[in-house]
């Protein structure tokens, strides 16, 4: 259910509940027995301004994250590329899903 929150929230993200539903959604799964890393590495460890793009993926666009953070949408591309690469994973659900995995989020 977090896979499709995130990924299909997109045009509503500017919507608080919408945005609490996905927190609430996150937080659920990370308690969930069977959500563990056992069987995966470690991911290497994210920059500060890794984790504060990472702190807004589940409820942000690349513009919103831009100027919140006061940088370029290519620099949050940038860091969303780096993060991608370092938890392993292909996307926004993805990453968000390892993310809670490995307690980031």
């Avoid at 659920?28 to 504060?52: H, Y």
């Avoid at 100027?67 to 993060?83: C, E, F, G, M, P």
Wanted: net charge positive.
């Amino acid at each position: 259910m977090t896979s499709y929150l995130v990924e299909h929230s997109a045009p509503v993200r500017e919507d608080r509940f919408t945005q609490q539903l996905i927190t609430a959604a996150l937080q659920v799964r990370g308690t969930q027995p069977g959500t563990s890393v056992s069987g995966r590495a470690v991911a290497p460890p994210l920059t500060p301004a890794e984790l504060r793009i990472l702190k807004l993926l589940p409820t942000s666009t690349y513009r919103q994250m831009a100027t919140i953070l006061y940088i370029s949408r290519a620099t949050v591309k940038t860091h969303l590329r780096s993060i991608y690469h370092k938890l392993g994973v292909a996307c926004r659900a993805e990453a968000l899903e390892r993310a809670v995995d490995l307690r980031l989020l």
